[in-house]
């Protein structure tokens, strides 16, 4: 710009960081109902263009309108899955990130870590680690990641990744999330028996704390020593197991209740 500085303007939604569109969704969820815009619409480029509210103070107003609608439409860009894409990381080393090439082949301690960060704004990076990881090779169209082993290894990297390809990641997850819902539909319909409305908000207060750790428990039998090594079973295995189990449960109560009626 002509005013003294230069203002780093993204010119897609490629050009805007995960971290930064977390910050700035946070900050919008929480003024929506404001009755001007007028500090979101400041803060929006504050943080998509890193420039200070100071200098925020030098744009002219017309450029400052510009800027203002071309952040939008890039906001409200339509996003596509992105198989691969390259960052580089602090040291200064390009690496390529794939996505798990097939979400069914996933273990349970992935899809159990994709349960819990997806849905989670403030950890959508955490669920980017799950789904993105290191190529171990690629030839032609396939390519094989590196095996998942907990989320910490690329989460903070992941924070710069672009924000459409997080998103985009995102809803192909949901998708498939889904299907999988659908597949086992047992294992994720919630049966209240009647009378039991006391029980059945101790058990969803008990499930609330507790999440995805009832689960791994079950498949682990009530070892704490198999826990690891069930998260690295496949995801379609355990998923039939808990549904049998669960199914087994609820059966096996309804004929205790008929037997003593």
Not at 61 to 66: Q, V
Not at 73 to 83: G, P, S
Request: with cysteine.
């Amino acid at each position: 710009m002509d005013n003294g500085f230069n203002l780093s303007i993204p010119k897609t939604l490629r050009g805007v960081k995960l971290h930064q569109w977390v910050k700035f969704m946070e900050i919008h969820q929480k003024n929506k109902d404001n009755e001007t815009s007028e500090f979101l619409d400041k803060k929006m480029i504050e943080i998509l263009c890193d420039v200070s509210l100071k200098e925020l103070a030098l744009i002219p107003i017309a450029s400052f309108d510009t800027v203002l609608a071309h952040l939008y439409d890039v906001l409200n860009t339509e996003v596509d899955l992105v198989n691969t894409f390259k960052m580089v990381g602090s040291d200064g080393v390009e690496v390529e990130f794939g996505i798990i090439p097939n979400l069914d082949k996933m273990t349970y301690g992935e899809w159990e870590d994709l349960e819990n960060y997806i849905f989670d704004q403030k950890n959508l990076h955490r669920a980017m680690a799950v789904l993105y990881r290191p190529l171990v090779y690629q030839i032609g169209g396939k390519y094989r990641v590196h095996p998942y082993q907990g989320t910490e290894f690329y989460a903070d990297l992941m924070k710069e990744m672009p924000v459409d390809i997080a998103l985009g990641a995102r809803v192909f997850f949901l998708s498939f999330s889904e299907k999988i819902r659908e597949l086992y539909n047992g294992l994720y319909t919630q049966t209240i028996s009647t009378g039991a409305e006391r029980g059945q908000g101790l058990s969803q207060a008990f499930g609330k704390k507790w999440g995805g750790y009832q689960a791994i428990f079950a498949l682990a039998e009530g070892d704490v020593r198999r826990i690891d090594e069930v998260t690295k079973l496949p995801l379609h295995q355990c998923l039939m197991y808990l549904e049998f189990v669960k199914e087994k449960n609820e059966l096996e109560n309804k004929l205790i209740k008929q037997s003593t009626r």
